[in-house]
């Protein structure tokens, strides 16, 4: 054998996993369609900035193990993540907490907001929350769900709050403290120098061949790359109905469009990294302003419209839609998955779940490890 592995997906998964691997002595060939390295963390300087090019991504865990891993590969800032959220002409600070309880309504203390809360959510009488509406309405009550709930989950997930599973708002806690901080992690912050350096040097010497997708390269190489270069397994960390060449139909997914916009001049668009656009009527979800992930203090400033969009074959996949019609038919080709012998999956797309970048680190070193 040439390599011990091949890995499908230049990602974070499948660079940590080629990381450990070559740390116990394995080699690994690394692929990706993409011709740039880092799947959807990938950033690159623009007007002297690190722009992220597939959606903002903010590094937190509260697994030590994790962040004294990811400490080899990048110095981390202070960055501390608190979007503001425009609705109409109202801001809010989020999560949701006393600033945001504060300028809705006026209250100033706990107990205060408490007491407001409670009396929206009485008389709505939801026991069971059968969907994101309802256990959004009885979290929150209806002044919260409508300004700033409402019109930004149907924008990004493409359907009424009704119609999605309730899991996705429990994302999104209360707090009775004057606390901006999105996260509850102990450890949080924005590599220096960008998502892109890190999994360079988690790959260091591991060879790459980018530009090429996993069926081009099954062409070139024969199934088990007996004709040119071969492997013993293989990591495959794209879409998992793909590899299956979607046999027991298409898994759903939610895609993104970005506009991205230069401003040579402006040094301050918008004061704070991420400002969401709750309402409905706005078409982009947010915007982010790249420099303040960074504390940039550069002439120019680099934004980015963030739209959602329905996935269809041949885009971008970003969120799997983890409902439960799609979670059975993922459950079948997990099923057919196991049954592929010397054939790992992993990541987002091969396990078809929202995964967080520590939970990424995680899954890939426990996977590594149980190859050893
Ligand atoms: N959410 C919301 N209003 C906001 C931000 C988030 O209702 O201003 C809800 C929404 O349902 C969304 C979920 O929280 O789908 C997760 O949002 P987040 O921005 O954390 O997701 P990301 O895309 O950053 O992973």
């Avoid at 006026?106 to 205060?112: D, F, I, L, N, S």
């Avoid at 509850?184 to 060879?207: C, N, S």
């Avoid at 013993?232 to 898994?251: A, H, P, Q, R, V």
């Avoid at 969120?319 to 049954?339: F, G, I, S």
Wanted: proline residues 4%; contains cysteine; hydrophobic residues 35%.
């Amino acid at each position: 054998m040439k390599y011990d592995y091949l890995i499908v997906g230049a990602g974070l998964f499948g660079a940590v996993f080629a990381n450990r691997m070559r740390e116990a002595g394995r080699t690994c060939l690394v692929i990706d369609r993409r011709g740039t390295l880092a799947g959807n963390i990938y950033t690159k300087e623009e007007a002297g900035i690190q722009v992220h090019k597939y959606g903002a991504h903010i590094f937190h865990t509260s697994n030590k193990r994790v962040w004294e891993y990811i400490q080899q590969f990048a110095e981390f800032n202070h960055y501390i993540n608190s979007p503001v959220a425009v609705y109409k002409d109202e801001l809010y600070n989020l999560p949701f907490n006393m600033n945001t309880f504060s300028k809705m309504w006026g209250v100033r203390t706990p107990a205060e907001a408490r007491e407001k809360i409670a009396g929206q959510i009485a008389g709505l009488h939801i026991e069971n929350p059968a969907n994101l509406e309802e256990q959004a309405l009885s979290l929150a009550g209806p002044d919260v769900y409508e300004k700033l709930i409402k019109g930004y989950t149907e924008k990004q997930w493409g359907r009424d709050c009704k119609d999605l599973p309730a899991f996705i708002i429990k994302r999104l806690p209360l707090r009775f403290v004057y606390d901006n901080n999105y996260f509850t992690d102990p450890y949080q912050g924005i590599p220096k120098g960008g998502y892109t350096r890190i999994v360079e040097k988690l790959l260091g010497d591991t060879p790459v061949r980018l530009g090429i997708s996993y069926h081009e390269f099954l062409k070139e190489n024969g199934q088990k790359g007996d004709a040119g270069d071969s492997f013993g397994k293989t990591l495959y960390t794209g879409m998992i109905d793909e590899y299956f060449n979607y046999c027991l139909g298409e898994l759903q997914y939610r895609s993104l469009r970005f506009e991205e916009e230069v401003i040579p001049g402006c040094d301050n668009y918008q004061g704070n990294a991420v400002v969401n656009y709750t309402e409905r009527e706005v078409p982009y979800t947010r915007i982010i302003e790249h420099k303040h992930f960074e504390f940039g203090t550069q002439a120019d400033t680099v934004i980015t419209r963030e739209y959602p969009a329905e996935w269809k074959r041949g885009d971008e996949p970003y969120y799997p839609v983890n409902d439960e019609l799609n979670n059975a038919l993922y459950e079948r080709y997990r099923r057919m998955a196991e049954k592929e012998e010397n054939v790992l999956f992993g990541g987002r797309l091969g396990l078809y779940r929202y995964m967080d970048m520590d939970k990424v680190i995680e899954a890939a070193i426990s996977l590594a490890e149980s190859e050893q």
